[in-house]
């Protein structure tokens, strides 16, 4: 599945803890950005990497991104909160 934010295509797969989804930058030496939902937590994690090293993975601030506990809720704050980030 793929929902397209802000004129960004983000690609969504299903994680054992929640769901992540993932877009990479334009440019010849393009950046990964990766937002993960942990479901059980309803915490957001924000990764970026740039080929061919590993990932940096931070927590986004919990006061702002915040779900309801369902992976629709998640999507709607990935939704709104995209523009916020990098891409």
Same mark, same amino acid.
């Given at each position: 599945m793929a929902i397209e &934010? /802000?004129?960004?295509s983000l690609h969504e797969t299903s994680r054992g803890s929640g769901a =992540? $989804?993932? $877009?990479s930058s334009q440019g010849p030496t393009p +950046? /990964?950005? *990766? +937002?993960? $939902? &942990? *479901?059980?937590?309803?915490?957001?994690l924000y990764g970026t990497r740039v080929r061919p090293g590993g990932w940096n993975v931070s927590q986004l601030d919990p006061n702002t991104w !915040? @779900? /309801? @506990?369902? #992976? *629709?809720? =998640?999507? /709607?704050? !990935?939704?709104?909160? #995209?523009?916020t980030l990098p891409h």
């Open positions: &934010v /802000d004129g960004v =992540a $989804w993932r $877009w +950046i /990964d950005y *990766e +937002i993960q $939902w &942990v *479901e059980n937590k309803d915490t957001f !915040v @779900g /309801d @506990g369902t #992976l *629709e809720g =998640a999507r /709607d704050m !990935v939704k709104r909160g #995209l523009p």
